[in-house]
């Protein structure tokens, strides 16, 4: 595996290295932002939750519409 992120070849090439620290940092930023991202996702649902929770618990009695008179 190391040989394969080294480029197999020969030693240690700078812009090599330099290239796979970059995509490293690259990886590190999007799983952060992945993370950030599902732990936004989960407390929009849970407040959704609550909501519909809110909702489902008021029990008030909405009389029908009567017809208009024409």
Same mark, same amino acid.
């Given at each position: 595996m190391?040989?394969?992120?080294?480029?197999?070849?020969?030693?240690?090439?700078?812009?090599?290295?330099? =290239?796979?620290?970059? !995509?490293?940092?690259?990886? $590190?930023?999007? %799983? &952060?932002? /992945?993370?950030r #991202?599902?732990? =936004?996702?989960?407390? !929009?649902?849970?407040?959704? $939750?609550?909501? %519909? &929770?809110? /909702?489902?618990? #008021?029990?008030?009695?909405?009389?029908?519409?009567?017809?208009?008179?024409?």
């Amino acid at each position: 595996m190391a040989k394969a992120l080294l480029g197999y070849v020969g030693g240690s090439d700078p812009r090599l290295l330099a =290239e796979m620290r970059r !995509l490293q940092k690259r990886v $590190q930023d999007l %799983e &952060s932002e /992945l993370a950030r #991202i599902q732990d =936004e996702r989960d407390a !929009l649902s849970a407040a959704a $939750q609550h909501q %519909e &929770s809110l /909702l489902d618990s #008021i029990d008030i009695d909405v009389p029908q519409a009567e017809p208009a008179l024409t």
